[in-house]
């Protein structure tokens, strides 16, 4: 008899996963409670798959055998709470497609980094000649590419909420970049929940497998107790030396990998991304990529060549001596204390958005150090005036993307950076934080 899928959720996850559950015969149909775009709607009907939107028909969800949620469907939403009660599995799409692969399967996960560490690493392994894809919370669906594609190995982004619909999947190395306060509205404001759901990077795994995370951070090493599996620990570390792993010496990355006996050194002065935040994350890609047979000489190149991923530190342009950056997608604190730290030059800082239950008191230190003037960018802002008011010169609202970038501009000097890092999510005034981050960079080009 042929089982029953549901999939919740028609943006590229969700529609990833209709490509591979039709490949694999099962009765699909596609639910989403917004609307979808059209052109997965074209796919859909192309693909013959049943589907709706702007609802969730109950009698068309509740009698699925199997049912995948978007990573951006909570669990207390009503459908769910109902699919559970009937006694409906309930898996991400990761989970889903993991099934229908043999690939080498590299997870990285953490509040922040993940997204710069999976994409140079990728940009590394490909440039190494390995067959790689690259998926998860980034580009196209892991199930689409199981479904099409043939690749030995697999580099996947990937979210607490992914992680969270992980059940028998297994990584081959899963990295852990860091653990901050996020996305606590979705767990209760608990961050024990939210540090267990990191940690899930590690279950299933064995000895032959590896986990990799950060000796340097706080929440990470208080909570080893949770690594869930048998894999090789792997740390890395810019304060102290690591036996086994990476860490800082002077002015090089050393990588030492004991069980291999291999040792990699990468001058920090050839690395194409700047911050302390990206030695971290260069750490973590340099200990995956030496794990496989790959050229020294061509793990450096990459390095030396890789491109940032866009709206994270991206240079937009330079105004009559002012520089212009986007990092949109520091949708949180700890992602803009990274940015601010960063910054060589004085900063004309653009911040504010929906709120996530953000304390600002970390970000203190460095505001007065380097922020001369803040730029709110969002529907309420009030959090931010009463966190910084005593340590900038002053603050100004806006409420759109072309206010924040002339006030901005209007109110920084020569030798100035305008950083837009929000600390905040964007859907008060935008549809993602790529939207937020596009109309940043129209409207400092139309300076």
């Not at 991206?314 to 212009?324: L, M, P």
């Not at 206010?403 to 905040?424: I, N, Q, R």
Request: one cysteine or more; glycine letters at 8%.
């Amino acid at each position: 008899m042929t089982k029953r899928l549901v999939i919740l959720g028609a943006g590229e996850s969700g529609c990833g996963a209709a490509v591979l559950a039709l490949a694999k015969g099962y009765d699909t149909f596609v639910s989403d409670y917004g609307t979808i775009k059209p052109s997965y709607k074209d796919e859909l009907n192309q693909l013959g798959v049943q589907w709706e939107d702007n609802k969730h028909t109950e009698s068309k969800i509740l009698n699925a055998d199997l049912l995948i949620k978007s990573p951006g469907i909570s669990d207390s939403s009503s459908i769910i709470k109902k699919a559970l009660d009937a006694g409906i599995k309930i898996i991400s799409e990761i989970e889903f497609a993991a099934q229908y692969t043999e690939a080498k399967l590299i997870g990285i996960t953490g509040t922040n980094g993940k997204t710069t560490t999976a994409m140079l690493l990728h940009h590394i392994l490909k440039n190494g000649g390995i067959n790689v894809g690259l998926g998860g919370n980034i580009g196209k669906s892991f199930a689409r590419q199981v479904a099409i594609e043939n690749y030995e190995s697999y580099v996947l982004e990937l979210s607490s909420f992914q992680l969270d619909g992980m059940v028998n999947t297994r990584l081959n190395s899963g990295v852990l970049t860091n653990i901050t306060p996020d996305h606590l509205d979705r767990y209760d404001n608990n961050i024990d929940r939210y540090i267990a759901s990191k940690f899930r990077i590690t279950q299933n795994q064995t000895n032959e497998n590896q986990f990799i995370y950060c000796d340097d951070d706080p929440l990470t090493l208080t909570n080893l107790k949770l690594n869930k599996g048998n894999g090789q620990q792997l740390a890395f570390s810019i304060h102290h030396e690591v036996q086994n792993g990476a860490f800082l010496n002077g002015k090089e990355i050393i990588v030492r990998l004991t069980n291999l006996n291999k040792e990699f050194i990468m001058p920090i002065n050839q690395l194409t991304i700047s911050g302390k935040h990206n030695i971290y994350n260069s750490m973590a890609a340099a200990i995956v990529s030496n794990s496989y047979e790959i050229k020294k000489e061509s793990i450096r190149q990459s390095f030396s060549d890789f491109t940032n991923v866009e709206h994270r530190m991206e240079w937009i342009a330079r105004v009559k001596g002012v520089d212009f950056i986007n990092d949109s997608k520091a949708t949180n604190v700890n992602s803009a204390w990274f940015a601010l730290e960063s910054m060589e030059t004085p900063v004309v800082w653009i911040v504010g958005g929906t709120d996530k239950g953000n304390d600002y008191s970390n970000l203190k230190k460095l505001v007065k150090q380097k922020v001369s003037v803040i730029v709110c960018m969002g529907l309420d802002n009030s959090k931010i005036h009463q966190a910084f008011g005593p340590d900038v010169d002053l603050i100004i609202n806006t409420s759109s993307a072309e206010d924040a970038v002339k006030a901005a501009y209007s109110f920084s000097k020569k030798g100035d950076t305008v950083l837009l890092s929000p600390a905040c999510a964007s859907f008060d005034l935008f549809e993602n934080y790529e939207d937020r981050g596009n109309q940043f960079k129209f409207h400092v080009k139309a300076l």
